[in-house]
Nanobody, 115 residues
Framework: QVQLVESGGGLVQPGGSLRLSCAAS????????MGWYRQVQGKQRELVAQ???????NYADSVKGRATISRDNAKNTVYLQMNSVKPEDTAVYYC?????????WGQGTQVTVSS
């Protein structure tokens, strides 16, 4: 069973930075695209950023220029760095692995942007 474990959430002040990590296990991590999504209660889960197996990236318009997704295949880990965070970035952030068209999710980590 694929396991994805996120870490790094918490309370961040507006204008600050955060770094989320997602450790994957029980998959051949390097061959699969990985992503970060976020969800606000009562709203649909939305894509934040994606990274392919060869490192190509894609970002939601709302985070372009502020977010960087990266992966370390030796550590089976994908990261999300966000700078200049805004209150509207507040959400539960989920790590995603798309394996043979099946989506796997971590348990989520809460990010709250507030002063």
């Amino acid at each position: 069973q694929v396991q994805l474990v996120e870490s790094g959430g918490g309370l961040v002040q507006p204008g600050g930075s955060l770094r989320l990590s997602c450790a994957a296990s029980k998959i051949i991590f390097s061959v699969y695209p990985m992503g970060w999504y976020r969800q606000v209660q009562g709203k649909q889960r939305e894509l934040v950023a994606q990274i392919t197996s060869i490192g190509s990236t894609n970002y939601a318009d709302s985070v372009k220029g502020r977010a960087t997704i990266s992966r370390d295949n030796a550590k089976n880990t994908v990261y999300l760095q966000m700078n200049s965070v805004k209150p509207e970035d507040t959400a539960v952030y989920y790590c995603n692995a798309n394996i043979n068209s099946i989506n796997y999710w971590g348990q989520g980590t809460q990010v709250t942007v507030s002063s």
